[in-house]
């Protein structure tokens, strides 16, 4: 691959001033042009995007942020917000011409609060990184996802990220109490109340969670931490079918026992993790599909699982269970993502779907159906946050030429099912063709209107979330 200097770049640029004031505003170490430099910022995860980009540029604070933005703002270039890369929908990468924001460097962690019990933290620290800060003391992050070691505040709230634990806590939306954001034109926006009660107008950070960096780039969040679950357990159970699954949710939540977390995953999703890892079959016998719920109590947790477990005999094929943090147990359900793209011979074509409860079985009888009659040679691997309606869906081994209708086929099926397109993933590039399937109209021209009144030159993120860019 060519290398290209910064001299070089300045030489074929429209503006060599323009990559003077960014070099002037971070350094010129943290303005990259070298297309092998910048390679790992404009590919995705999964392969299935590979984006261009003029620079990448790392500040490394808020005033920094905003003094580049103000330069992108007044030459019209489009800038990319990104974190940690692991977006699973293209939204952070860039097409030609835009500048890559880095939000990396913005990763200082200010404050652990263990009395308001929050965290003040930049836009690049990655979940894991906030999770220890928390437990040192003795609180945890109420975000945990697979992707942790390199996702990053800004990233999840951006994503408006869901993850194993959102059955307990909530998305990030409901962990923010204050955000930083660095506006289109440069300004900067601090909305900062450690406080749980405060209705003064728009909620501006609700607004940003989900949002994808189309409207803002986030600098600093404030989020809350929660306490703890002690004495958890684990059990991960075969049963026949997701109905069945939601019946022994439902019975342990009934219980009084506390729901950590509830996942789905099949007989081929497990085979495929134990081929991938050296995770090893639960059970001699398989069962098509299998349940792994998280619980907790105040006191005898074991006892009282046990005794749900019992008295479920007709929804149980077999089943494990083990005290928390059953890290064998989590490893055949954490490794999916990884597994799967591993075995499959084109990009998977990823699709995070939800649909009401009442439907999921009915919804994945239909999804098999459609994909045996119609497209034969694509695996489908299914699995995911069952008791959140969330259920991923990953075609294996389909060739990019069918993409689109696939995704076409999955979504009609959706939205017959009532059911939303993007259940945690956000919209990204991926599925801003199908906006339409999942908001009406209307809904769909007041986002087009936030966004031109928030970014009217529109150099935030474009292509990104909405069908078409708003400039
Ligand atoms: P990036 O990928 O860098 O960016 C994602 C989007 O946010 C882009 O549109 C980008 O422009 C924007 N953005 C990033 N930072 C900022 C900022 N500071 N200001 C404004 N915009 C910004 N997701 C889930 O919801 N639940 C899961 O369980 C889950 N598990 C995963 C497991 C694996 C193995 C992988 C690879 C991914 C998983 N994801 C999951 C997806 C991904 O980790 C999340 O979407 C995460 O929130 C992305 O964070 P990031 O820092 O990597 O963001
Ligand atoms: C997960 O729940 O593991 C993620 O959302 C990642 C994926 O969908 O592959
Ligand atoms: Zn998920």
Redesign the pocket.
Known sequence: MSSRTLVEARESATDARFFDALAEIVGEAHVLTDPELIEGYTR???GRWIGDAIAVVRPADTAEVSAVVTTCFEAGIPI??????????????PSAGSVV?S?RR?DSIETVDPIGRTIAAG??V??ARADLAASAHGLRFG??????E???????????????R?VRYG??RAQILGIE?VLADGSVLSRWTPLVKDNVGYDIPGL?AG?????????KVLMKLVTPATDTQVVLAGVRDVDQALQLCNRVHQSGLTVEAAEIMTDDGISLVCAHTDARRPFGTPSPMYTLIEVSSPRETEESLLEVLSASADLIEDATVEPGPARKLWTLR?SH??SISASSTTPVVKL?ISVPLSVMGMFIESLREVLTERFVHVRPMLFG?FADGNIHVNLLDAEPSIAHELTDTVFELVSAHHGSIS????I?RAKSPWIALGRTETDIAAMKLIKSSWDPRGI??PG??LPETVG
Do not use: C
């Not at 259940?423 to 956000?426: D, F, I, K, N, P």
């Open positions: 995705d995860w999964t990319t917000p990104q974190g940690g890369n692991t977006g699973l929908v293209g939204g952070g990468i924001l939000t913005l836009a690049g990655t979940v975000i945990d996802l697979a992707s942790k390199s996702a990053t505040l800004g990233g999840i709230v951006a994503t408006n990220a869901g993850g194993t959102m998305n990030t954001a940003l949002s994808e960096g189309t409207l803002a780039i986030v600098t954490e993502t990884e995070d946050h259940a945690e993933h956000g990204g935030l993120n990104i979330l």
